[in-house]
């Protein structure tokens, strides 16, 4: 049963825009945060942003200014806005949600920026 869909991944030119959506289960219940992550080829899935219940939001130094994420909480999902993207934020895009149970991940989305 898949539980975590993102959506929005494509194709852009640097300096362009992408927003990613990801939406959690409403069968998951209490989520206290949902997160972005990103694994370019050959490298580890790294960090990207996450938003907390109460809307703290916690964002990855190298595309602060570019990213932002946002979250629709009554209907677990969340947004990740990308503006100014450049070629090394290629990368599959993949959301997470996180409850007091476990940790819900989704298949990602692929992000792929050309020079």
């Known amino acids: 049963q898949v539980q975590v869909v993102e959506s929005g991944g494509g194709l852009v030119q640097a300096g362009g825009s992408l927003r990613l959506s990801c939406a959690a289960s409403?069968?998951?219940?209490?989520?206290?945060?949902m997160n972005w992550h990103r694994q370019a080829p050959g490298k580890q899935r790294e960090f990207v942003a996450g938003i907390s219940s109460s809307g703290s939001t916690n964002i990855r130094d190298s595309v602060k200014g570019r990213f932002t994420i946002s979250r629709d909480g009554p209907k677990n999902t969340a947004y990740l806005e990308m503006h100014d993207l450049k070629p090394e934020d290629t990368a599959v895009y993949y959301c997470?949600?996180?409850?007091?149970?476990?940790?819900?991940w989704g298949q990602g989305t692929q992000v792929t920026v050309s020079s």
């Open positions: 997470n949600a996180i409850n007091y149970q476990r940790t819900y």
């Open positions: 409403e069968t998951i219940f209490r989520i206290s945060s």
